[in-house]
Each structure stands twice: as structure tokens, then as C-alpha cells.
T-cell receptor, first 110, second 116 residues
Framework: TQLLEQSPQFLSIQEGENLTVYCNSSSVFSSLQWYRQEPGEGPVLLVTVVTGGEVKKLKRLTFQFGDARKDSSLHITAAQPGDTGLYLCAGASGTYKYIFGTGTRLKVLA | KAGVTQTPRYLIKTRGQQVTLSCSPISGHRSVSWYQQTPGQGLQFLFEYFSETQRNKGNFPGRFSGRQFSNSRSEMNVSTLELGDSALYLC???????????????FGEGSRLTVL
């Protein structure tokens, strides 16, 4: 069974701080995505990484895919209250199916 | 462009009843997948449909079933409801038609089911 473990599970930080969320697995994924979900809404895609070692930046968010394509990280610089939400990583498993991580609930305090 | 629409948004059922949830994908999206989200288990894959065919299924009992219509709209059904079926059921549509899953999943707001 493929699993994606995220850490930390919960994170409460002050506005302006930096943070990193990790997504780890013992399985190899053909691609990995990061989503953010806000209360009462479905997850929204932030980024897709495909190549081992790939780094993508989205404004203050930096995403990295591990060289072996088994892990990924999300780094947020100078977090803002608008970054608050549930962050989910999702690995493409075989065909037509995504395995979602356990989630990291982030709260950024003003 | 209309997003993914799920109905109903909220519903309450009692144990033993059955429920049908509906999902209308984004126009032009032919792949529809369903996920169950609970605080304890997170997001778990239920099944995926493309052109009215189920292409993949998660590890859920046979009480969970689904189908897709020719217009790509999809329904999922849960029979003989149990307390543990209480969850947010999310539908996602995608343009992905095959090969590597690099396509974006567009999620609806979900149907929140409470089983009493």
C-alpha cells in the first residue's frame, strides 16, 4: 500500500516566519502535486512536479521533488495569514489515481 | 467557466439507509474521480471514471459504487450506511485521458454526509 506521510501535522506560526512542510513515501511516484484546501472548499492545485530534483517557485512558495521521486517539500517564505489552510501532497499512483498525503494544517497568525 | 458542481452540499442519513451523490464536471472534462475525506484518514481515493468506464477503484467495500453518464456527469452511491461513512465526499474532474497522471484535479466543494 502506497502511503504519503506529511510532517508536521499541525503548524501555527506568526506572520513573517518561514516554514517547511515535508511529504515522504517509500514509493516512487511519476509526479507529485501540492494542493491547498480552505474550510468549506475543495483542494486547489498549487503545483505539479514531475522530474526528480525539480524545484518550482510560486511567489513565496518553493516546491522541491526529491531526486528519487519519493519525497517532496514545500517551503513558504514570510508567511502571511492568507497562507492559512490545509496543505496536501498527492502522488500519481499507476494510472488514473492519486494518493493523497495525511495533510498539514497551517495557521498563520497576524 | 463553471467549476465542478456537487449536490447535495449537506445531507443527514440514518444507519442502514442509502445515499446518492451527484457530480457535474467542468465542461470538456471527461475524467471524474471521487474521494472520501475524514479527519482521521484524510483524502482517500474511491474510484475514477472516464467515458462511462471505471478505470480504477480504491480499497472500499462494495457498498460504495459509482457510475458515469454519457455527458460525463457522475454519481456515487453508498448503500447500507454505517456511522463510519460520515465524511466529506469530494468529486474531481480532470482533462487527463491516459498515460502519466500529470493533469490537474479540479475539485468541487464536496457533499458532507452525516450518518446518525
Amino acid at each position: 500500500t502506497q502511503l504519503l506521510e506529511q510532517s508536521p501535522q499541525f503548524l501555527s506560526i506568526q506572520e513573517g516566519e518561514n516554514l517547511t512542510v515535508y511529504c515522504n513515501s517509500s514509493s516512487v511516484f511519476s509526479s507529485l502535486q501540492w494542493y491547498r484546501q480552505e474550510p468549506g472548499e475543495g483542494p486547489v492545485l498549487l503545483v505539479t512536479v514531475v522530474t526528480g530534483g525539480e524545484v518550482k517557485k510560486l511567489k513565496r512558495l518553493t516546491f522541491q521533488f526529491g531526486d528519487a521521486r519519493k519525497d517532496s517539500s514545500l517551503h513558504i517564505t514570510a508567511a502571511q495569514p492568507g497562507d492559512t489552510g490545509l496543505y496536501l501532497c498527492a502522488g500519481a499512483s499507476g494510472t488514473y489515481k492519486y494518493i493523497f498525503g495525511t495533510g498539514t494544517r497551517l495557521k498563520v497568525l497576524a | 467557466k463553471a467549476g465542478v458542481t456537487q449536490t447535495p452540499r449537506y445531507l443527514i442519513k440514518t444507519r442502514g439507509q442509502q445515499v446518492t451523490l451527484s457530480c457535474s464536471p467542468i465542461s470538456g472534462h471527461r475524467s471524474v474521480s471521487w474521494y472520501q475525506q475524514t479527519p482521521g484518514q484524510g483524502l482517500q481515493f474511491l474510484f475514477e471514471y472516464f467515458s462511462e468506464t471505471q478505470r480504477n477503484k480504491g480499497n472500499f467495500p462494495g457498498r460504495f459504487s459509482g457510475r458515469q453518464f454519457s455527458n460525463s456527469r457522475s454519481e456515487m452511491n453508498v448503500s447500507t450506511l454505517e456511522l463510519g461513512d460520515s465524511a466529506l465526499y469530494l468529486c474531481a474532474s480532470s482533462r487527463t485521458s491516459g498515460g502519466l497522471n500529470t493533469g490537474e484535479l479540479f475539485f468541487g466543494e464536496g457533499s458532507r454526509l452525516t450518518v446518525l
